[in-house]
């Protein structure tokens, strides 16, 4: 099968891979439509040492069932795999697993490929209606409703529902939206790329900024770079709750006194629980989350273009779709 393989800092290449193994209890599922993540950009610049060359890279897929009694079947898949016996898994906090794997990170490989092999339990059915280009969006947009609803529920009753998102991409758009779905209805998006932030607005009528403007109780910092920490830090209402999602760089920002001085809540998401990947899916299908219309849609073949784009900050949509086997109009 063909793949788009990291082969080392910046370099991504097309390669011949061998279609993988399926295991007991596990699907071959033909790719039709994956997303680049920032943390495939992260692992592209060399900055994840869990994604080391050469390796497959992609989490964010859908695509059919090729096997058993699923074939056939259209599929969102949660590239998230734990064990299901331990404490974690037992009491419904799937992302802390300690024996987890997540599709893009040895022992497995990604799903920047033809085809990728998934336990059955991580594979979501797609109503024929929707197209699977948005349901690739599954993961990420996941990613965001975990961490909004982890928000809300460790906002003080007493606080107002308001909310600041820091980064205008396709987790800190999901955010919006998911706050949007649980009942927040004043948000604000800092973003400081330009042609970013006239796409929310001119798009979606979204109150974007280049830089915030005000404080917020609810703050979801959705790039999580040393600058980023520092803003939430400053503009976190007292009693408020800053949520951490972005992975940008791993030192600095947080003002420590002031978190502990106003009694500001600090609290790092990791992905999602089986149960809020099962909820955004459903709040996708069902239209809660809007038109879904915010990707643009590539050839896999063009990936390391797509890859060099997004890292010059040439792609105004948050989020860029690869298709393994051609335009979308033969998915």
Not at 164 to 185: E, K, R, S
Not at 299 to 324: Q, V, Y
Request: with cysteine.
């Amino acid at each position: 099968m063909k793949a788009l393989v990291y082969e080392g800092v910046e370099r991504l290449e097309m390669r011949d891979v061998p279609v993988p193994t399926v295991k007991d209890g596990e699907h071959l599922v033909r790719i039709h439509a994956v997303g680049i993540c920032g943390s495939d950009i992260h692992a592209y610049l060399g900055h994840d040492e869990r994604r080391p060359a050469p390796l497959t890279l992609g989490h964010e897929a859908a695509g059919v069932v090729e096997d058993g009694p699923w074939k056939g079947r259209r599929v969102t898949i949660n590239p998230l795999v734990t064990c299901g016996t331990c404490s974690y898994c037992r009491s419904g906090r799937t992302n802390l697993c300690p024996d987890r794997q997540i599709i893009s990170m040895p022992p497995r490989e990604g799903a920047f490929a033809q085809f990728v092999s998934m336990p059955e339990s991580n594979l979501i059915p797609v109503p024929d209606s929707f197209s699977l280009e948005k349901a690739a969006l599954a993961e990420p947009i996941s990613v965001s409703w975990h961490a909004a609803r982890v928000a809300l529920e460790a906002l003080h009753p007493s606080m107002d529902r308001q909310a600041l998102v820091i980064g205008g991409g396709a987790i800190g758009l999901a955010a919006t939206l998911a706050l949007t779905a649980m009942g927040i209805t004043e948000i604000q998006i800092s973003e400081p790329n330009a042609q970013r932030r006239a796409y929310l607005r001119n798009q979606y009528g979204l109150d974007a900024h280049e830089a915030p403007t005000k404080s917020a109780p609810i703050v979801i910092d959705a790039v999580g770079f040393n600058a980023t920490r520092a803003a939430a830090s400053e503009l976190a209402q007292p009693g408020g709750v800053i949520v951490h999602v972005g992975l940008g760089d791993n030192d600095g920002g947080l003002d420590i006194r002031r978190l502990t001085l106003q009694e500001i809540s600090f609290i790092g998401t990791y992905t999602y629980t089986e149960q809020d990947f099962r909820d955004a899916t459903q709040a996708m299908f069902d239209g809660r989350l809007g038109a879904l219309d915010w990707l643009e849609t590539r050839a896999l073949e063009d990936g390391s273009t797509a890859f060099k784009d997004m890292r010059a900050g040439r792609s105004a949509a948050p989020k860029i779709i690869l298709t393994p086997w051609g335009p979308p109009s033969q998915t």
